[in-house]
């Protein structure tokens, strides 16, 4: 089974709305990481939440992490087209440091 | 300092034959990770390297694959006799730590392997 799981697989909003992203885990981690990904492009590191934190901000970015519930959620304020892309969760896979992605909600940011 | 470089981007093979995909990670950062990508999925990690040494190789194929970080140049990639299930975009990052530390990997812009 997956480590990271996102929820909604695919989400579609008006520009200037929020979009929230839920990603949930199944293990004990160190820290977890979000990432973006155009279509048809390389991944982009957004933000890095460590397992002793519980919400880190990041321009229009918010990350809470909830370790007794083993789930996190990526907050994008005030959306814009260029928003548009797939988000994907990462945990830590032990100390090697290779990182377990989920699926990924796919988002669109409708002008 | 130029981010992760992988080439080729685009790679198109005849079933059989065999596939080489090159990583240069960042300046400085001596950790690389290769990851797959199936259309639809998120990446699934194949193999973690330091400079001349596998260090995780428990996501990769046991038939076929094989990766090496030599000394000097690029990581390399190499699945021999590829089949129409090897078609995938491949990824590499690099980070500065590495195990058992708390770092960003930053990802390639990818190779897409296509088998006809």
């Known amino acids: 089974s997956q480590q990271g799981e996102e929820d909604p697989q695919a989400l579609s909003i008006q520009e200037g709305e929020n979009a929230t992203m839920n990603c949930s885990y199944k293990?004990?981690?160190?820290?977890l990481q979000w990432y973006r990904q155009n279509s048809g492009r390389g991944l982009v590191h957004l933000i890095l939440?460590?397992?002793?934190?519980r919400e880190k901000h990041s321009g229009r970015l918010r990350v809470t992490l909830d370790t007794s519930k083993k789930s996190s959620s990526l907050l994008i304020t005030a959306s814009r087209a260029a928003d548009t892309a797939s988000y994907f969760c990462?945990?830590?896979?032990?100390?090697?440091?290779?990182?377990?992605f989920g699926k990924g909600t796919k988002l669109s940011v409708k002008p | 300092n130029a981010g992760v470089m992988q080439n080729p981007r685009h790679l198109v093979r005849r079933r059989g034959q065999e596939a080489r995909l090159r990583c240069s990670p960042m300046?400085?950062?001596?950790?690389v990770y290769w990851y797959r990508q199936l259309p639809e999925e998120g990446l699934k990690f194949m193999v973690y390297?330091?400079?001349?040494?596998?260090?995780?190789e428990s996501g990769m194929p046991k038939e076929r694959f094989s990766a090496e970080f030599p000394k000097e140049g690029p990581s390399i990639l190499r699945i021999q006799q590829v089949v129409r299930g090897d078609s995938a975009a491949y990824f590499c990052?690099?980070?500065?730590?590495?195990?058992?530390?708390?770092?960003?990997?930053?990802f390639g812009p990818g190779t897409r392997l296509t088998v006809l």
């Open positions: 990052a690099s980070s500065t730590l590495g195990q058992g530390s708390t770092d960003t990997q930053y």
């Open positions: 293990t004990s981690i160190n820290n």
């Open positions: 939440i460590r397992s002793n934190e």
């Open positions: 990462a945990t830590e896979k032990g100390s090697q440091g290779n990182l377990i």
């Open positions: 300046k400085g950062h001596s950790h």
């Open positions: 390297l330091q400079k001349e040494n596998i260090i995780d």
